[in-house]
């Protein structure tokens, strides 16, 4: 059974530094055709793609957001981190993680099967 | 990078079939069978409906379908069931590699 989970402060001031951490079970980031994303969705909008890694380390970040974005991931921990700096108001959401299922290898090409319950992040002063 | 379009907004009386849209451009919806539909209630994670266009996860009722033409995707909701309120986004990988969510669309079940 795949479950996810983030974890993180739930308030953070303007212009600090955001880490999230994603712990899962039931599968393992060293295994082949698996990913995890992370995926935000600032209250009463849409969802918004922010990152991904891959198990053998590939990295995609929204292009946008990139400049402030960091994925990494702890096999050994079952674990992946998220950074984004800067953070503006702007940022207020509610951040999932996501296990991805690959099964285009060339491009890394799959789909989000299993969702966390998501954090709500709050930027304020 | 651009959100996927679809209707803000879709309704239709139990029993009822609706069908969402959601379009993009040659260098996402078009040009990849990687387009996913995900359902989300209120207060919930979104939940995989539908992935590589038209194909169910296991569990996914056989009321849902989905379909590709050109730049647009399409999720069918057929036998609307007070259930299937909720809201439902499109997404799709892209040529840089990326992946792209849709506006998102209010399923009102009447």
């Known amino acids: 059974q795949i479950t996810l989970k983030e974890s993180g402060p739930t308030l953070v001031k303007p212009t600090q530094t955001l880490t999230l951490t994603c712990t899962f079970s039931g599968f393992s980031l060293s295994t082949s055709a698996v990913g995890v994303g992370w995926i935000r969705q600032p209250p009463g909008k849409a969802l918004e793609w922010l990152a991904l890694t891959y198990w053998d380390d590939d990295k995609r970040y929204r292009p946008s957001l990139k400049s402030r974005l960091t994925i990494t991931k702890d096999t050994s921990k079952n674990q992946v981190v998220l950074r984004m700096t800067n953070m503006d108001p702007v940022d207020t959401a509610t951040y999932y993680c996501a296990h991805l299922t690959v099964t285009n290898w060339i491009g890394g090409l799959g789909q989000f099967d299993y969702w966390g319950q998501g954090t709500l992040v709050t930027v304020s002063s | ?110």
């Open chain 2, 1 to 110: 990078q651009s959100a996927l379009t679809q209707p803000a907004s879709v309704s239709g009386s139990p029993g009822q079939s609706i069908t969402i849209s959601c379009t993009g451009t040659s260098s996402d919806v078009g040009g990849y069978n990687y387009v996913s539909w995900y359902q989300q209630h209120p207060g919930k994670a979104p939940k995989l409906m539908i992935y590589e266009v038209s194909n169910r996860p296991s569990g996914v009722s056989n009321r849902f379908s989905g379909s590709k033409s050109g730049n647009t995707a399409s999720l069918t909701i057929s036998g609307l069931q007070a259930e299937d309120e909720a809201d439902y986004y499109c997404s799709s990988f892209t040529s840089s590699s990326t992946v792209v969510f849709g506006g998102g669309t209010k399923l009102t079940v009447l």
